[in-house]
Nanobody
Framework: QVQLVESGGGLVQAGGSLRLSCAAS????????MGWFRQAPGKEREFVAA????????YYSESVKGRFTISKDNAKNTVYLQMNSLKPEDTAVYTC???????????????????WGQGTHVTVSS
């Protein structure tokens, strides 16, 4: 059974930092692109960041570029999201996902991701 389990969410003040982790089990994702998405209350899920299978390519949404960093440890089957300079508008449930196919290339297209975690809550207070 394939599972993606996020951790590291919580409550932080504006300007603070959090590091999210997403540990995969049930199969290796060393040859898969991984992504992070978020969904704020009352809003649709949106793309945050994605990374290629070998960490050679990384994509970020404009709203997090320069503040968030996605990384991948294939040996640990884990993907991370380092979030710095957090803002109240970053408050959301953050979910990691793994792409099936696409030759390990990252994508912003939600439907290209086949495996999803349950999400972790991030709340940024002003």
């Amino acid at each position: 059974q394939v599972q993606l389990v996020e951790s590291g969410g919580g409550l932080v003040q504006a300007g603070g930092s959090l590091r999210l982790s997403c540990a995969a089990s049930g199969r290796t994702f060393s040859n898969a692109a991984m992504g992070w998405f978020r969904q704020a209350p009352g809003k649709e899920r949106e793309f945050v960041a994605a990374i290629s299978w070998n960490s050679g390519n990384r994509y970020y949404s404009e709203s997090v570029k320069g503040r968030f960093t996605i990384s991948k440890d294939n040996a640990k089957n884990t993907v991370y999201l380092q979030m710095n300079s957090l803002k109240p508008e970053d408050t959301a449930v953050y979910t990691c996902a793994a792409r099936s196919g696409g030759r390990g290339a990252p994508t912003v297209v939600i439907d290209e991701y086949a495996y999803w975690g349950q999400g972790t809550h991030v709340t940024v207070s002003s």
